[in-house]
């Protein structure tokens, strides 16, 4: 039998569950800050919604993990929170509109493992659905800002692009319409093939690459302002300057987004350097697509797997430990009153541990280092005659001793 | 196409979405309080893992979302916390012990869905690994009894019975040993047969009945003191009123729990009245039976779907609105300071929405309302001219001019 997770899942041990709760704290309270409601969907879906976004289909099937359930339903596990939440949308018609979302929730893809990429992931998005306004774009752009500002960086910044503005520049450079979603993805692979792999490959699929280059490297910006979608971008960005986030952002004409589904702008967010940790845009056809009605629908979405391991390797992470102290009975005699000291502590909201295995203090003290409690109290009949204990500070070894009326106080303040 | 979840499953729109975020939030500050550390697992596991579960082998592969991957890999949906748990320890095993995990997530069972029965449901596990301690099952009942007066419960009870006891006192009344499971099984619906149901299958297995009701029901008190097991129960009992908890407690010998792999101490959690609401108990052989070292545990898990339902039923949420104010333009052209005053106002961590699709005036404060936002902040030109702006009372109409800059002080203290 293995005792490893299933092939590219991995736990989250308490070290660094800390870490994820951390980010997932920030995002919701952020999240929340800017309106969003919160809703959950089943880790599943009927196969036919996930296989319905951006006219995949079948060949789905090979990249998520789909099943059969006892009764010969096919269902998968949820690629994305989108499809979800598309689906849920449709479900629930009478929901006001514009419904501004946010889930945090883990999803799933039978990708080939790689560094930092899982199978079972971690996700945080927010949509509007039901505005086809720029100030539903405006504000998942602001509130991605907001995100990224809340948990530490500092030289983060968001990608914008416009699908419809890129669409118009290529169809005046005499490409043809049917070609752009092939077009695009190859531009979407800059990043891993670089300018001379993209070259190659545009040249290989018979587009005339080195213009295509130049057109996304900006090299005809007189022409840009004639095309459809120009104005969409230069309004989203004026937006973005009222709402102070102008300058996290940059127009980037090689951001494509690989998915078929984006319509109008489309965002990437960076933490820095070239390493994605979001991105999102929006996508007014999906919903109707599934089926549903005709709703236009923006959003972005955090990779938290992702986020964490960016925030590790950074050492953005300075978090207080849970547990603030240990009571720890010198002997059995003084086991009763430890209790009682540890409940009327918890009673006053500090995080606090106990003995519950029977250690003796020696052992104790030892356990309580291991996990990083800052505090140990220490409850020895002496001492208790004198309604007092005796506080030790785990990191320096130093030891006072302290009335018991006083350690809540002390300890909630920090002032031990 | 089907909108619908998959059959047993359901989503959490927004209203239901922040009564579960309560309860988790909830929760989770309490297990934290007690010294919990959280850790999450894979969504699956290895279907041999699952399988190891108290020896109940292939026959759980009906009871269970089985699948194979792309790979031939056996894998199922965790039906519940506990083995991802054991397989976690048996996988870290330098981790400092006693555990005490809390764990707050999804599990899945191919139930046939019943009223308030889902096949995806969330639970809340508390455990603690390493401890064969009376104390550690003391503070496991300490933490739900806690969770549940958090929660706001007032008429809650848990339920408390020991194996090893039952099993004692079974056997002096002339069963034999490997009997007792089975009679543990008929025992275990007598919430759902009654004590004329349990009789009828308990004589049909070729059990003395009335003997074993009698004992269940406290019949032969004076017999108690001599059979392994009642000590025991004897001295959690003490423990739980040196902790405060006394009262909460009754000493139910009825009370078996389906589960094999229970070997002492068992908890069940009423809500009032008959309503369970989580359950658990100690579990010495399950990680040594799935492979892993000789290490005892004990533990309690929430049902969290069946502890909204009851909360709900009773009224017992107040919850209050999580976007307190909704910034109206009164026009466009008071748009761009609307933004601005969005802006200014969730810099001072004021939950707050604005319009994100172009709305008039009437329409976004009747979309506000159908939001809950108990306030709406109209930004008109006049006013803009003294730097103010109104306040509506959304619930009763009223509204007042207000300074811009006393905004944010007024919402946060509530003062509106």
Redo the contacts between chains.
């Keep these: 039998?293995?005792?490893?997770?299933?092939?590219g899942?991995?736990?989250?041990?308490?070290e660094e569950?800390?870490k994820?709760?951390f980010v997932t704290d920030t995002l919701r309270r952020v999240f929340?800050?800017?309106?969003f409601?919160?809703?959950?969907?089943?880790?599943?879906?009927?196969f036919?919604?996930l296989a319905?976004k951006g006219g995949a289909g079948e060949a789905i099937k090979?990249e998520i993990?789909y099943?059969?359930?006892?009764?010969d339903?096919e269902?998968g596990?949820r690629f994305d929170l989108t499809v979800p939440l598309a689906?849920?949308i449709?479900?629930?018609p009478n929901?006001?509109?514009?419904f501004?979302?946010y889930a945090i929730g883990?999803a799933?893809r039978?990708d080939n493992p790689q560094a930092q990429r899982y199978r079972?992931f971690w996700m945080a998005d927010v949509d509007?659905v039901?505005?086809?306004?720029l100030?539903?774009d405006?504000?998942c752009l602001?509130v991605a800002v907001?995100c990224m500002r809340s948990l530490g960086f500092k030289k983060f910044y968001i990608r914008v692009n416009n699908r419809k503005f890129l669409e118009s520049l290529f169809m005046a450079k005499g490409i043809q319409k049917d070609r752009i979603v092939d077009l695009f993805r190859t531009i979407d692979k800059l990043d891993k093939l670089g300018e001379e792999g993209v070259l190659k490959e545009l040249s290989e699929k018979g587009f005339d690459g080195k213009n295509i280059i130049t057109l996304i490297n900006g090299g005809y910006k007189k022409e840009y302002s004639k095309v459809e979608g120009a104005l969409e971008l230069e309004e989203l960005m004026k937006?973005a300057k009222?709402?102070?986030i102008g300058k996290n952002l940059k127009i980037d004409l090689s951001l494509v987004r690989g998915l078929e589904y984006y319509t109008g702008p489309v965002f990437e967010v960076f933490a820095g350097g070239t390493v994605s940790c979001g991105g999102g845009g929006r996508y007014d056809r999906l919903i109707k697509n599934?089926?549903?009605p005709d709703l236009p629908a923006t959003g972005i979405s955090f990779g938290l797997d992702r986020l964490v391991n960016i925030m590790t390797d950074s050492k953005m992470f300075r978090l207080n430990p849970?547990?603030i102290c240990?009571v720890a009975p010198v002997n059995d005699r003084s086991r009763?009153e430890a209790?009682?000291i540890?409940?009327a502590l918890?009673d006053e909201?500090?995080?606090?541990?106990?003995?519950?295995?029977?250690k003796k203090l020696g052992k104790l003290l030892e356990?309580a280092s291991?996990?990083s409690i800052p505090y140990a109290i220490i409850v020895g009949e002496k001492e208790l005659k004198k309604k007092a204990v005796v506080l030790r500070n785990m990191k320096n070894g130093k030891e006072r001793t302290v009335k018991i009326k006083d350690l809540a106080g002390m300890l909630n303040s920090g002032d031990s």
Excluded at 95 to 98: D, E, L
């Design positions: 039998m293995t005792f490893q997770t299933p092939k899942t991995r736990d989250w041990p308490p569950m800390r994820l709760q929340e800050k800017y309106g409601q919160s809703i959950d969907t089943p880790a599943f879906e009927s036919d919604v319905a090979e993990y099943f059969k359930d006892k009764s339903r269902i596990l689906r849920f449709i479900n629930n929901i006001p509109k514009p501004k979302r883990k799933w039978y079972e509007i039901g505005s086809n306004s100030m539903a405006a504000e602001s907001e937006l009222v709402v102070g599934l089926g549903g849970k547990t240990m009763k209790l009682k540890v409940n918890r909201g500090v995080n606090c541990d106990s003995d519950v295995s029977g356990y291991s996990l």
